[in-house]
């Protein structure tokens, strides 16, 4: 279980590393006119978007693994990891946000500026940091 548990962390790692820097190359992207950054600006938007999705899906396969392995206490005092899981399914909608993002921007279609991009940026550390607490200290 414990090869589980590590390669779900590689994959969870890799996938808020796109989580990351994705949003990021939105704020660099909103504030770029010419032609040819914006293109570069695409193509960087899409390639890193595949990798954080392997990461993500990764993540939540191996996930799954150790929460149905773990299944017998998944019902015993385990409502950090009930808070973990609504967390995640936030992590996922944020992930789909970025989608609908990436292809507003691929298509000349991006109303939004580099401030509002500066905020959706913080939105998954806020997540990690809450998950990592709930997940190594266990608070309930």
């Excluded at 010419?34 to 939540?60: C, H, N, P, W, Y």
């Excluded at 992930?95 to 507003?104: A, N, Q």
Aim: aromatic share 20%.
């Amino acid at each position: 279980m414990l090869w589980v548990k590590a390669i779900h962390v590689i994959f969870m790692v890799t996938w808020f590393a796109g989580l990351f820097y994705l949003p990021r190359l939105f704020v660099y992207h909103a504030t770029t006119t010419d032609e040819i950054s914006l293109q570069r600006f695409v193509i960087m938007e899409r390639k890193l978007f595949a990798i954080m999705t392997i990461g993500g899906l990764g993540a939540l396969i191996f996930g799954l693994w150790m929460m149905f392995d773990y299944a017998i206490e998944l019902y015993q005092g385990q409502g950090w990891l009930h808070a973990k899981m609504f967390f995640v399914l936030l992590l996922i909608a944020y992930h789909v946000l970025c989608f609908k993002v990436l292809k507003e921007f691929r298509e000349g279609k991006n109303k939004r500026g580099h401030v509002f991009y500066r905020w959706f940026n913080e939105f998954p550390a806020l997540i990690l940091f809450v998950v990592v607490i709930l997940v190594i200290v266990k608070p309930f």
